[in-house]
């Protein structure tokens, strides 16, 4: 008899536990009914029947289920990977973020963009300055944006790589809310 592989050999979800069971080096989540027994770990009891449905697309994940499978894999990369794949909103927002996994890839992008800053911010007050968009001016807004959204999908990188090397496990993003860092 053959083995009942999933339909979608890309689905995000079995990626992402897959990875966590080679992160984890133990078989903690080769299997559903073990990623069932991780999952239920951290109070969120779920089947292995229900997590192949989810491997295979037969069944839309819901969301806290998406989050549970983030704590538990270890993946803070699959809340953005749901949001730009499974969201209707996903695919114009998310727009290049989890491309690469590169840090120093990130790194280099926004040291360029930040670079271009300051020549930015002049030619943005030069097009905005008597209210109007000239077709002369559309090339430097396409580049002003495009340097834009290099720091936006950098940002998204660095959140993920921050999520996922951050030690203590704090929420940062909280504690600068409060003015704290």
Not at 57 to 66: A, D, I, M, S, Y
Not at 72 to 83: E, F, G, Q, S, T
Request: charged share 25%; proline share 5%; glycine share 4%.
């Amino acid at each position: 008899m053959s083995r009942n592989h999933p339909t979608d050999a890309e689905n995000i979800y079995r990626i992402c536990r897959i990875a966590a069971n080679e992160r984890a080096g133990n078989g903690r989540f080769s299997n559903h009914d073990k990623a069932t027994a991780a999952l239920t770990e951290i109070g969120h009891p779920i089947s292995a029947s229900s997590i192949k449905d989810y491997e295979s697309g037969k069944t839309p994940v819901p969301p806290e289920t998406v989050v549970a499978m983030t704590q538990a894999y270890d993946a803070p990369r699959l809340r953005y990977l749901h949001c730009a794949q499974r969201c209707p909103l996903g695919p114009h927002v998310m727009d290049g973020v989890l491309e690469d996994d590169d840090i120093y890839k990130t790194y280099f992008d926004l040291e360029g963009a930040f670079q271009q800053i300051d020549d930015i911010a002049l030619e943005l007050r030069e097009i905005i300055a008597n209210d109007a968009l000239s077709d002369s001016e559309k090339p430097a807004l396409n580049r002003i944006f495009q340097a834009l959204e290099t720091i936006i999908e950098s940002t998204q990188e660095l959140r993920i790589w921050t999520e996922r090397t951050c030690v203590d496990g704090a929420d940062h993003r909280s504690e600068e809310a409060n003015g704290h860092a």
